[in-house]
């Protein structure tokens, strides 16, 4: 119900657009995360599908930006000026409550991840 999407190697610097592509049934929140190896998955950016409302982890704010098209029910991170520390497997999550969170158990539906490498 989740397809993640938009992931590669890419230099430090560099940029990359990723996508989720949500089908079978409404969300009012996605989210992304992101999980490098040996480490624990953690928040990267969630929206309101309504309202388009953003929040973001500190450690990406200012280079990622999150997005989404309705009409397309598909939701974007767009990122930026990337480093070697946003390597990682990045999972889209989606959810049916509408407030904004950054706690992984609060989401109910989870993609397949996409392998972003930051290379330097």
């Known amino acids: 119900q989740l397809q993640a999407s938009g992931g590669g190697l890419v230099q430090i610097g560099g940029s990359l657009r990723l996508s989720c592509a949500a089908s079978?049934?409404?969300?009012?929140?996605v989210g992304w995360f992101r999980q490098a190896p040996g480490k624990e998955r953690e928040f990267v950016a969630v929206?309101?599908?309504?309202?388009?409302?953003?929040y973001y982890a500190d450690s990406v704010k200012g280079r990622f930006t999150m997005s989404r098209d309705r009409a397309k029910n598909t939701a974007y991170l767009q990122m930026n000026s990337l480093e070697p520390d946003d390597t990682g497997v990045y999972y889209c999550?989606?959810?049916?409550?509408?407030?904004?969170?950054?706690?992984?158990?609060?989401?109910?539906?989870w993609g397949q991840g996409t392998q972003v490498t930051v290379s330097s």
């Open positions: 999550a989606a959810r049916r409550g509408v407030a904004l969170t950054r706690i992984i158990s609060d989401f109910d539906y």
């Open positions: 079978g049934r409404t969300f009012s929140t």
């Open positions: 929206i309101s599908w309504s309202g388009g409302a953003t």
